[in-house]
């Protein structure tokens, strides 16, 4: 029972890490569930301008990127993420916001 719930962790913690597959897009989305109100707060602090360029490592699902490129005109997104899994996520969930915004990008090792 000790060794199940050992590889069980070990398990969530290489999806933690680095998610794949349909288990790592039900995790960024459920990590962006829970991490809403903190990810609002964090974006409220950064005093975003016009022309400003943000480079966020770790975007995850991307679900937050419209509520930044909302803040102000011409601003340049940079995101990096391990995941390729994250990676599409986030280019599914801001598809229409790549379609308009030639400053947005998004990259993977």
Known sequence: MKSRY???MK???SQLRN????RGVELGAEMHEKNFYM???AIALMEVKDGDSILEIGHGSGAHIPCLMDLAADICYT???ISETMKEM???NNSQSFATNTLLKLMTD
């Open 6 to 8: 050992i590889r069980e």
């Open 11 to 13: 398990t969530i913690a």
């Open 19 to 22: 998610p794949t597959g349909k």
């Open 39 to 41: 990810i609002q707060r």
């Open 79 to 81: 995101g990096l993420e």
């Open 90 to 92: 986030a280019e599914l």
